[in-house]
C-alpha cells in the first residue's frame, strides 16, 4: 500500500589538489570548491569541453558586512570565483568534518559550483506549479548551483543560489548570493538485509510556497518514477506498492521532510534513488545509493568430522542464501583446526552456482560450492 504519513559556526578547513585554503580566526566558515562549466554539446547531447576554476564559499547565516573586511581572503582567485553566500536554514552549514578537524583522504567535502537557468518543470506533478507559463521579473540575473557532497560523513546538499545584485560586493572577486532551495540527504549510501524496510532521508529548506516532489530510481541505464507527489493537488500522480512519502512541511527558513520508505526491499530494489524537489522555475536533487546485502548460510557436511590420524578426508562447505554473488567464506585459521591436521597449500576457496534451490530467502534461490582438491594424507576441503 503507497500513502503519505506525516512525522512529527562549522569551521572548514579543506585540501584539495593544487589548492588549499585555511580558515582565518575570525569570519564565516569557507570551503574550497570548483567552479564547473560546460561548453557546447546542445541538449540530449555530451558538452565538448569541460573547464574548472578554484573558487571558494564563505558561508554566512544571515548578511553583514562586506567580505572585503574578511581577513586573508585569498588574492590568486579569478573575479567573481569568491562566492559569499548567505544560507538563513543552514543547510549548507551542515558539511561535517572529520573528528578534531583532521583532514582524511576520503572524507572531505568535494564541492562543485555551476551557473544555473530557472525555468519550467516539464513534469506532470510540476504543472501546476507555473500555471501562467511565464517567468516573473525576479528571475532575474546571475543564477548557481552548488553540490557538497561527503558520502563517508553521512551527508549531502544541493542548493540553488540566487546573486544579490542590489548587495553588490564592492570587490570584483566576490559574488554575492542567497541560497534560496537547499536539498539534502543525511543517508547518500545505505545498506539493507533482504526483507526489511529503508527510510531514504530526504528534505529541504525554501521559503513558503507551493512545491513537489519526485522520487526516481536508476539501476544501470533504467529507471522509472518511485512516487510523484503534487503539493498543489496535494494528491500522489505516481505510487509504486511499497513506497510511502514521509511528509512534514517546516515553517520558514525550516526543514521540510520528503523522506521515503520502501516497505520489505528486496533484490529488485538495489539501486540509486534521486529525491528532486521542484519549485516555481526551480529544481535541486539529490541521489541516494541502496545496497542490498544477505549473509549466507553456511553448512559443512559431514558434521561432525572425525579423521583417523594421516587418513585423507573430505569436508564439504556448502553457501546458499546470499547476495551479492561474489561472497567469500574464509578458512578456518590454524588453531581451529583438529590436532594433527592442515590445509594443504594448494586447495583454493573458488566458488561455482549451482541449480539447487536451497536458500533463506525466496528470492535467493541459488547455492554454491566450494570447489576441491585432492590432497593426500592431509585434511581436504572441498566438494
Not at 105 to 129: F, M
Not at 320 to 334: C, E, M, N
Not at 351 to 359: F, G, H, I, R
Request: glycine share 10%; aromatic share 6%; net charge neutral.
Amino acid at each position: 500500500m503507497t500513502s503519505l504519513a506525516p512525522v512529527g559556526a562549522l569551521a572548514l578547513a579543506l585540501l584539495l589538489p593544487g589548492f588549499t585554503l585555511c580558515l582565518a580566526a575570525a569570519g564565516p566558515p569557507r570551503l574550497s570548491c570548483w567552479f564547473v562549466e560546460e561548453a557546447g554539446g546542445g541538449v540530449g547531447v555530451m558538452p565538448s569541453s569541460v573547464t574548472q576554476r578554484r573558487a571558494l564559499l564563505l558561508l554566512r547565516g544571515v548578511r553583514g558586512g562586506h567580505p572585503e573586511t574578511e581577513p586573508e581572503l585569498p588574492p590568486d582567485l579569478e573575479p567573481g570565483m569568491i562566492f559569499d553566500i548567505v544560507d538563513p536554514a543552514g543547510a549548507l552549514h551542515r558539511v561535517p568534518l572529520p573528528a578534531g578537524g583532521r583532514r582524511k583522504e576520503g572524507e572531505l567535502p568535494s564541492c562543485e559550483i555551476n551557473t544555473y537557468i530557472p525555468q519550467e518543470a516539464h513534469v506532470p506533478w510540476a504543472a501546476s506549479l507555473t500555471p501562467e507559463h511565464r517567468s516573473p521579473l525576479g528571475l532575474g540575473g546571475p543564477w548557481f548551483i552548488s553540490s557538497i557532497q561527503v558520502p563517508p560523513r553521512g551527508y549531502g546538499v544541493s542548493a540553488v543560489l540566487k546573486s544579490e545584485e542590489a548587495a553588490m560586493s564592492l570587490q570584483p572577486a566576490v559574488t554575492m548570493a542567497t541560497a534560496v532551495l537547499s536539498v539534502f540527504s543525511r543517508t547518500p549510501h545505505l545498506h539493507s538485509r533482504l526483507g526489511r524496510d529503508v527510510l531514504l532521508d530526504c528534505g529541504f529548506t525554501a521559503p513558503p510556497g507551493p512545491f513537489s516532489v519526485e522520487w526516481r530510481y536508476q539501476y544501470r541505464g533504467a529507471g522509472r518514477v518511485v512516487l510523484a507527489y503534487d503539493g498543489v493537488s496535494g494528491r500522489a500522480h505516481v505510487a509504486e506498492e511499497g513506497a510511502q512519502l514521509f511528509l512534514e512541511e517546516g515553517r520558514a527558513d525550516a526543514d521540510t521532510n520528503v523522506s521515503l520508505r520502501l516497505s520489505q526491499v528486496g533484490v529488485r530494489h538495489e539501486g540509486t534513488y534521486i529525491c528532486t524537489i521542484y519549485l516555481p522555475h526551480l529544481h535541486a536533487q539529490q541521489a541516494l545509493e541502496l545496497r542490498i546485502t544477505e549473509p549466507p548460510v553456511v553448512m559443512l557436511r559431514p558434521d561432525p568430522l572425525s579423521v583417523a590420524p594421516g587418513a585423507p578426508a573430505e569436508l564439504v562447505c556448502e553457501i546458499s542464501g546470499y547476495y551479492p554473488l561474489d561472497v567469500t567464506v574464509p578458512r578456518a585459521p590454524p588453531w581451529r583446526m583438529p590436532l594433527g591436521c592442515s590445509w594443504p597449500r594448494s586447495c583454493s576457496m573458488g566458488s561455482s552456482a549451482s541449480s539447487e534451490t536451497k536458500s533463506v530467502h525466496p528470492e535467493l534461490k541459488r547455492k554454491a560450492r566450494n570447489q576441491s582438491e585432492t590432497c593426500p594424507g592431509k585434511l581436504r576441503y572441498g566438494g
